[in-house]
């Protein structure tokens, strides 16, 4: 385990600064920042220790910052600094999850001993996490990427498998189907996990400050570079930086990406001097690239590189089972951020919410387990009375023997015989069923699937 840590972050520099020192004499180790937003990047679920921020800053307030860690791991204890008349603000906050407040000015003696108390819980925190892990009980990462299909427990061996090593992955799947949970728990198990993870999105970086955005500038680069200032690859050092649809990036950042995957070194803008680089890469992509290496969209060469490993996360029609499990689980998370007392899904709803279909997948998924917690329906105008038991029933039970025979037909490429005989049914039995379900043993609208 990482020695424990003080995340200070305060966007006053002397207070700042001298809060750190005095922490830094205290026996504590202390990272200090001017900005929430930098900070969340230091932030996981293995983080082992504590966050110290000011309640009023500029962009991200302290508010904001504590519900954002809240959502990355809830048992990360937040101190809020508040300024003298911030009484009701310090309440609200104890009320939404603070570990504890401290009020302007405040002595080292004083928050020092509140930080001391927050690490040892910490502590406590992560100890019974590992006992329960040792005791074979549900890891983090089935926590995070739940599911009992064959899909899921691939996904999740491979995520472990690649996680021991330093290799660039690529993660591809469908919106909504977890590639930023996936990658993020792939540095959280990794070695990397006490270092920095930086998401940027390829799809959103502003054209005329990608290159300083990314890695970084000298004063005087260009005009209104006062200052020299790391990019967001530098900030990296050491962790794991996650490049988010990185189809979308553009062609002439691909071939400086490229350079930096190759010899994992930057060079800021207005310098000469190579930075060395040690990070891991991990892309996102929601289509395979191979066609946009085709159509000329996106280099061979850095999809080479990049795609070490491949990850592909199934949608939910491709696990279709899970989705009952799953939808109990987001309930449970979902009333748990509303503070809402656990709630009971009967039976008609888990039915009703197996048979939809989910184009927004995991991520749409969990929309309707939130408004499903706040008592709304769970889509606009549905009915959530119970549906008839039995006719679901039958209806469940036609679609699976459905999809079971076009299975089989697609498996021995329309031989019926082979198809009845591997089902276990007469010749008689299979063409009654066939002719029930409209299918026919050509099916030229399937391709076969993958060997």
Known sequence: MTQPQVLLVDDEDELRRSTAQSLDLAGFAVRDLASAERALDLVNPGFNGVVVTDIRMPGMDGMTFMTRIHEIDPDIPVIIVTGHG????????????????????????????????????RSLVLENRLLRAVAGKRDDIEGRLPGRTPA???????????AATDADVLIVGDTGTGKEVTARALHDISSRAGKPFVAINCAALPANLIESELFGHEAGAFPGAIRARYGKFEHARGGTIL?????????????????????????RLGSNEP???????????????????????????????????????????????????????????????????????????IADISR??????????RNAADR????????????TTPA??????????????????SGALLTHKGSLKAVYQSLGISRKTLYDKMRRYGLDKSLPDFDLPPQ
Do not use: C
């Open 243 to 267: 490049l988010d649809e990185i189809g979308m990036m553009p062609d002439d950042l691909q071939i400086k990406l490229l350079r930096v995957i190759q010899e994992r070194v930057i060079t």
């Open 356 to 365: 939809r279909e989910w184009p927004g997948n995991v991520r749409e998924l």
């Open 86 to 121: 911030d009484v009701q603000l310090a309440v609200k906050a104890m009320r939404e999850g603070a570990y504890d407040f401290i009020e302007k000015p405040f002595t080292t003696q004083n928050l020092a001993a509140v930080v001391r108390r927050a690490l040892d819980w």
């Open 388 to 405: 008839s038991p039995g006719s679901w029933l039958a209806d469940q039970v036609a679609d699976f023997e459905k999809s079971v025979i």
């Open 275 to 349: 930075v060395p680089l040690d990070v891991r890469f991990i892309a996102t992509s929601k289509t395979d690239l191979e066609p946009e290496v085709a159509a000329g969209r996106f280099r061979a060469d850095l999809l080479y590189r990049l795609n070490v490993v491949t990850l592909r996360l199934p949608s939910l029609t491709a696990r279709r089972e899970d989705i009952p499990l799953l939808f109990l689980q987001l309930v449970r998370e979902a009333a748990a951020r509303y503070r809402i007392n656990e709630i009971d899904v009967p039976p008609h709803v």
């Open 372 to 383: 499903y917690v706040l008592g709304l329906d769970l889509k606009a105008g549905e009915e």
């Open 152 to 162: 899921m427990v691939d996904l999740r061996y491979r995520l472990r498998a690649v």
